[in-house]
DNA sequence: TTGTATGCGTTATCAT
DNA sequence: ATGATAACGCATACAA
């Protein structure tokens, strides 16, 4: 027991072959109960572990994932990330990492990963898909795509409706008496950005408003650039009333810059957010927002996978999951106009 | 080009032998200019790509280490991770993600990998040593640890000062003129709890002010503890006019509370907080609070762990990275009294 | 500089 | 129910 045992040695100790050895281990094949109980004694004897590289090369598999995102540190990767990991060890698979930084070179590494064996599939909540080796149009191999919609590829998708939260969320507003409904859009090339954009038009015109178009400013998903948004918005000669951003993190630049300028939040301004990240809640006004099931989103992706791993093909090609409008103190009735 | 090439493919194709194939794969021999000619046109035709998976089984390591933290959704351990990650490429490791979720078993599972060959490293934000198996007191694997230190083990650390760091927060505090100066402290259990109400201890005692037991309320490192935690403290009958908390977290949610008693910050309570979490700047008012390098503690701690890696023991038992005092809104001098 | 041959630790096939 | 043995794909010792 001094270094590694290895199953030839757990065979020798037990009096039996490797192979039974390997049956036991792998549930692959009966065993005696007699030479179970032997084996099961030569396994703590020996304090034997299962080269599981060998075990890989062998079957052909690493039970391992890859999920690829921009920047984990971003809670909305993080929290996606904790649903994937929680339901990838339930079903026995391993979560690397792949920080992509938004830089291809560092997406093609990782997808590299899936070619030489380190993973088996790969989830994308990056919005685009990664260049596979030079292995031209070759079968692509299992991948789950989370959110954010990839273009020029027809994966299977786990996400939410995009639209339909936003248009709830603009709903909220119209409900509350606000007429001049302004938007924080995110960055111009993102699906998401359309989507979202595309639901707040959807609710204003379904209240009989032309959404004008200065009423839309576009940032990056940052706070900061949720503030320099809305220091447009608030300059216009007829200010909005409401924002609808679209993350809560520009929500919150939005706040913070309109309270620089002396504004009270919230009957100066009303302001909802997407996402429900854990801040939102302990902001000053607690922000309302649209939550989405970030954990949920994350265990549904790593099952439609792991049906993909199975060989089976995925339920559906769209996994829409329901958002909650989470109301809190950023929006009020309109009052005074 | 159907099914997966293999080394032997790509030499047979080349007309040279496997042996040389892999030398110019490895860089581990010489290889002629002719023959590394010959090998690229092959490579190129068969699209070959490695097997990662035969190669780790020959070399006998796997490449990959493995990162515990508590919760990837918390800022603090996101940001390191991005660390270790940035680093753990840039010398050719992958990383795996254990979410151990403060869970024994977990933590148990994942250190399994170390045993069994899926990882060859560990790194630990966690605080406590997982159970390696039954394998008794066998040598260990490479383990560094972030942050935390574990008890009952003498493993590399990579951390900071927290006493001194906290001592600064207070001494900032001081500086503005506060004598009555709170702290919400973090778990009871924790390391850091102990060492960062040292340095606040110290750094009062150093200004000749006797810290006082009702001064110190516990929290567990959550908003809403904070919270709970600044309620108490300011029902004193003598509160105090200033609070440092152990971490944003909690110095966030003692804000929340000292905001809905009515209070106005920073001029009827100065707060500060510990670890600068990108947050921190977008409260209302904008955190002071000491800045941890996360991002290059998850860097040291994944260079700390290369050195053990290729055998070498690491350079110091302790590496403490700077911290910064990071002032901003959320403290300001004793006025009034 | 190159090739041959063996082993890394499992699993799976095929007999027995 | 069990055992012998051939892969899995690569790296290296050694010989040439």
Chains 1, 2 share one sequence.
């Not at 692959?28 to 572990?49: F, M």
């Not at 191999?141 to 996400?159: D, F, K, N, Q, T």
């Not at 090339?189 to 959404?211: F, H, K, Q, S, W």
């Not at 909802?272 to 801040?279: I, M």
């Amino acid at each position: 027991m001094d270094k590694r045992a290895k199953m030839t040695d757990v065979a020798a100790l037990a009096g039996v072959s490797v192979a039974t050895v390997s049956r036991l281990l792998a549930a692959s094949g009966p065993v005696s109960a007699k030479a179970r109980r032997r084996i099961e004694k030569a396994l703590q004897a020996t304090g034997y572990t299962l080269n599981s590289v060998a075990r890989s090369l062998r079957r052909r598999e690493s039970r391992a994932i890859i999920v690829i995102v921009p920047d984990i540190s971003q809670a909305f990767f993080a929290l996606v990330l904790r649903g994937i990991e929680e339901r990838a060890i339930a079903v026995g698979y391993s979560v690397l990492i792949g920080n992509s930084a938004d830089d291809r070179k560092r997406e093609a590494l990782y997808a590299e990963h899936l070619m030489t064996g380190r993973a088996d599939g790969l989830i994308l909540i990056n919005g685009r898909l990664p260049r596979f080796g030079v292995s031209g149009k070759a079968a692509l191999p299992p991948i789950v795509v989370v959110s954010e919609r990839v273009r020029g590829a027809s994966l299977p998708l786990v996400g939410v409706d995009n639209v339909g939260a936003s248009a709830m969320a603009v709903r909220h507003l119209l409900e509350q008496g606000h007429r001049r409904i302004a938007h924080i859009a995110g960055s111009p090339g993102n699906t998401m950005t359309a989507e979202r954009r595309a639901g707040y038009r959807r609710a204003l015109r379904d209240a009989n408003i032309v959404p004008m178009r200065e009423w839309i400013a576009y940032g990056d998903f940052s706070v900061e650039s949720g503030a320099r948004a809305a220091h447009a918005l608030l300059a216009l000669p007829e200010p909005p009333t409401a924002i609808f951003a679209a993350n809560d993190d520009m929500a919150i630049g939005a706040m913070n810059m309109a309270k620089s300028r002396g504004m009270r939040l919230p009957s100066d301004l009303s302001v909802v957010g997407f996402d429900d990240v854990p801040f939102a809640a302990s902001y000053d006004p607690p922000l309302s927002t649209i939550r989405q099931p970030f954990f949920e989103m994350g265990a549904a992706a790593m099952d439609v996978l792991h049906k993909l791993l199975k060989g089976q093909a995925p339920g559906s090609e769209r996994l829409l999951l329901p958002v909650q409008l989470t109301v809190r103190q950023s929006t009020s009735r309109l009052t005074s106009e």
